[in-house]
Antibody, heavy 123, light 108 residues
């Protein structure tokens, strides 16, 4: 069965860095686009970043552009999010999610999600 | 950026009754809309994509409709496990991918 397991969250001071990982299993990781999506405490869902199956196409939300870097290692079935210059407003549960395109590469529908990892930015 | 607006923010419905949730896009998203369900402490779960196609394993009591800028998620006969927060998401014009702010479905 499809499994996505995030790790790497924790407490970090403003201006600090953190690297999140997402270990994928139960499917051919290299065939799928992936994304990071976050949810601030008590708030809604916010898309953060997207990476194509090969890693050649990457997008970011404006709120994290220039500070966060998404990457993947298809040999290790893993997705990453390097987060630098962290701010209090980056505090959230970060989910990795598999993107399903249902036959159209422009479609991005999240059919499997990990359980999330909490990032807290506070002094 | 396409802004997704969900209404109402909170919906109170009795078990066994029908629930109707709305999602409006700030510009047309064609039928490129998905619905997710999220229960407390859990990750979101995909319910509907393409505005009206149920995802694998989703019960038939969940249905989606609409196109363009107006969309509806209907739960025909509410079960206890359906009380949750529901989000819509557009994938027609991105980046960015955008979600609505959510509708909390609570027991009346």
């Amino acid at each position: 069965q499809v499994q996505l397991v995030e790790s790497g969250g924790g407490l970090v001071k403003p201006g600090g860095s953190l690297r999140l990982s997402c270990a994928a299993s139960g499917f051919t990781f290299s065939d799928y686009y992936m994304s990071w999506i976050r949810q601030a405490p008590g708030k809604g869902l916010e898309w953060v970043s997207y990476i194509s199956s090969s890693g050649s196409t990457i997008y970011y939300a404006d709120s994290v552009k220039g500070r966060f870097t998404i990457s993947r290692d298809n040999a290790k079935n893993s997705l990453y999010l390097q987060m630098n210059s962290l701010r209090a407003e980056d505090t959230a549960v970060y989910y990795c999610a598999r993107a399903q395109d249902y036959g159209d590469p422009r479609n991005v529908v999240f059919d499997y999600w990990g359980q999330g990892t909490l990032v807290t930015v506070s002094s | 950026e396409i802004v997704m607006t969900q209404s109402p923010a909170t919906l109170s419905v009795s078990p066994g009754e029908r629930a109707t949730l709305s999602c409006r896009a700030s510009q047309s998203v064609s039928s490129n809309l998905a619905w997710y369900q999220q229960k407390p402490g859990q990750a979101p779960r995909l319910l509907i994509y393409g505005a009206s196609t149920r995802a694998t394993g989703i019960p038939a009591r969940f249905s989606g409709s609409g196109s363009g800028t107006e969309f509806t998620l209907t739960i025909s006969s509410l079960q206890s496990e359906d009380f949750a927060v529901y989000y819509c998401q557009q994938y027609n014009n991105w980046p960015p991918l955008t979600f609505g702010q959510g509708t909390r479905l609570e027991i009346k």
